[in-house]
């Protein structure tokens, strides 16, 4: 079975950190680029940061350069997204999947699985 599990979601307070986690099982995570995606409900799904498989360049979306950071732990077949300065609109369910450069999020496929919550509020 072919899995990424997304863990580390909770509520904060705004200016508050998270660290998130995207687990593979089934697969070798070396292999793929893997970003994560986020989407709020009434929004539409934006791509939020991928890193490289091949020499781990990264990418971030614009709305959250400066705060957020990608990093991949290839030992132990896991990228993180370390969240810093949260703000409430970064409020959404966060989604690990294989990315590329441009942060495309359109994809339709089957390879979404249920993400976790990010809630920052007062």
């Known amino acids: 079975q072919l899995q990424l599990v997304e863990s580390g979601g909770g509520l904060v307070q705004p200016g508050g950190s998270l660290r998130l986690s995207c687990a593979a099982s089934g697969f070798i995570l070396d292999y793929y680029a893997i970003g994560w995606f986020r989407q709020a409900p009434g929004k539409e799904r934006e791509g939020v940061s991928c890193i490289s498989s091949s020499n781990g360049s990264t990418y971030y979306a614009d709305s959250v350069k400066g705060r957020f950071t990608i990093s991949r732990d290839n030992a132990k077949n896991t990228v993180y997204l370390q969240m810093n300065s949260l703000k409430p609109e970064d409020t959404a369910v966060y989604y690990c999947?294989?990315?590329?450069?441009?942060?495309?999020?359109?994809?339709?496929?089957?390879?979404w699985g249920q993400g976790t919550q990010v809630t920052v509020s007062s």
């Open positions: 999947r294989a990315c590329s450069e441009t942060l495309y999020s359109d994809y339709d496929d089957d390879y």
